[in-house]
Antibody
Framework: EVQLLESGGGLVQPGGSLRLSCAAS????????MTWVRQAPGKGLEWVSA????????NYAESAKGRFTISRGNSMNTLYLQMNSLRADDTAVYYC???????????WGQGTTVTVSS | DIQLTQSPSFLSASVGDRVTITCRAS??????LAWYQQKPGKAPKLLIY???TVQNGVPSRFSGSGSGTEFTLTISSLQPEDFATYYC?????????FGQGTKLEIK
């Protein structure tokens, strides 16, 4: 079964850091680009970042540039999101998703919650 | 950056109704558009990709159309499990973006 499982969320103070992980199973991880999408409480979906299958190409939303770093460990079938200089408006559920080429995010994890608060 | 605007933002309908949601892009995106359904507390679920291709396992009452800047998602006969929030998303170029969502409620 194709599956994504996020972890690493939690409560962090403003200015702090957090690393999210997304463990993939049931497919050839290195063959797919991967992405992070977040959803603030009561709000819509916001694309955050994406990484190619090899890890050699990355892209970020303006809100993530300079603070977040996406990476992957293909030998471990794991996607990461390193988040630094966190702000209150980064509070959200963070989802990882598999990118089916340029066509869609076809597999999603269940999400991990990040709360930035003092 | 490409902006997506969905209409309506809220839709009240009854079981058995036919409903259409529109997604307009701020510039042409060919057919690089997907539609997702999200229920409260759950991850989004892919319904439609490349504007009109129905994802495996999605009921045939869901359909999509459009190209360029205007797209539609149609549910031909609403079922109780269809009441949810729907999002369009473009994958034409980075940064990807989503529409603001359409919440479909039971009348």
């Amino acid at each position: 079964e194709v599956q994504l499982l996020e972890s690493g969320g939690g409560l962090v103070q403003p200015g702090g850091s957090l690393r999210l992980s997304c463990a993939a199973s049931g497919f050839t991880f290195s063959s797919y680009a991967m992405t992070w999408v977040r959803q603030a409480p009561g709000k819509g979906l916001e694309w955050v970042s994406a990484i190619s299958g090899s890890g050699g190409s990355t892209n970020y939303a303006e809100s993530a540039k300079g603070r977040f770093t996406i990476s992957r460990g293909n030998s471990m079938n794991t996607l990461y999101l390193q988040m630094n200089s966190l702000r209150a408006d980064d509070t959200a559920v963070y989802y990882c998703a598999r990118l089916d080429g340029d066509y869609a995010m076809d597999v999603w994890g269940q999400g991990t919650t990040v709360t930035v608060s003092s | 950056d490409i902006q997506l605007t969905q209409s309506p933002s809220f839709l009240s309908a009854s079981v058995g109704d036919r409903v259409t949601i529109t997604c307009r892009a701020s510039q042409g995106i060919s057919n690089y558009l997907a539609w997702y359904q999200q229920k409260p507390g759950k991850a989004p679920k892919l319904l439609i990709y490349v504007a009109s291709t129905v994802q495996n396992g999605v009921p045939s009452r869901f359909s999509g159309s459009g190209s360029g800047t205007e797209f539609t998602l149609t549910i031909s006969s609403l079922q109780p499990e269809d009441f949810a929030t729907y999002y369009c998303q473009h994958l034409s170029s980075y940064p990807y973006s989503f529409g603001q969502g359409t919440k479909l409620e039971i009348k």
